[in-house]
C-alpha cells in the first residue's frame, strides 16, 4: 500500500517547514503498517494554474497526478493562513478538480476506493474551518473521508509561537495524528478487500 503526502507550506525548500514536523507523525505510524510513504513540497514544483490534469509545457502537475493514481492513501497538509488553507493548498485542489471527470477502466471516478486526510498547523486559530474546506473538497473529488482523519496543532487565538518553537499541544497533536493514521489504514484496507462499484449512470 502506497501514501501521498502533499505538504502545501508556503517556505520552498530547503527551510524547516512546522506543517511537515507535524505529518511525519503521521507518516511514521503509517510506515509501521508497512505502507510506503512518498512526500512532495508543492511550493517547490511549478504547478500550473488551471483545472486540468496536464496544463502543458513546463507544468509539474502530471508527475504528481500520477503520484495520487499509485497511492491508496492521501494526506494535504497545509498551514493556516489568515484562518484558511494556504494558497499553495487551493492550488493543489483546483488541480484536483480535474479528477472528478476522469474515470478508471470500469467507469469509476479515479479517486473511488482511495482514502484521504487532513494534517493543519498554524500559530492562530482556525484548524477546523481549515480541515473541513480541504476535507470536503476531496469528498467531492471522491476520496472517502474516514472519521478523524486528521491532527492538527494551533496555539491561537491570535499570533503566537510556531509548533517547531513550542512543545504545548505536542502530545494531543501526535496522539491524534497516530489515531488518524491507524483509520486511514483501516478504511484503505477495507477498501481494497470490498471495492465501491461505479456508481449508477
Known sequence: MKALVINCTVKPSPQPSNTYALTKVVADQLAAYGVD????????LDIKPGVTSDEGSGDAWPGIHEKLLSSEILIVASPTWLGRPSSVAQRVLER????????????RPVAYNRVAGVVVTGNEDGAHHVISEISGAL?????????????????????????????????????????????LYGVAR????TPLDAPPG
Open 96 to 107: 484536483m478538480d480535474a479528477m472528478m471527470s476522469e474515470t478508471d477502466d470500469r467507469g
Open 190 to 193: 477495507a477498501l481494497a478487500a
Open 139 to 183: 469528498g467531492d473529488i471522491g476520496y472517502a473521508i474516514p472519521g478523524q482523519a486528521w491532527t492538527y496543532w494551533h496555539l491561537g487565538p491570535g499570533a503566537g509561537p510556531d509548533y517547531l518553537d513550542d512543545e504545548r499541544g505536542h502530545d494531543w497533536s501526535h496522539r491524534t495524528g497516530r489515531a488518524m493514521a491507524a483509520n
Open 37 to 44: 510513504i512518498d512526500c512532495v513540497r508543492a511550493v517547490d
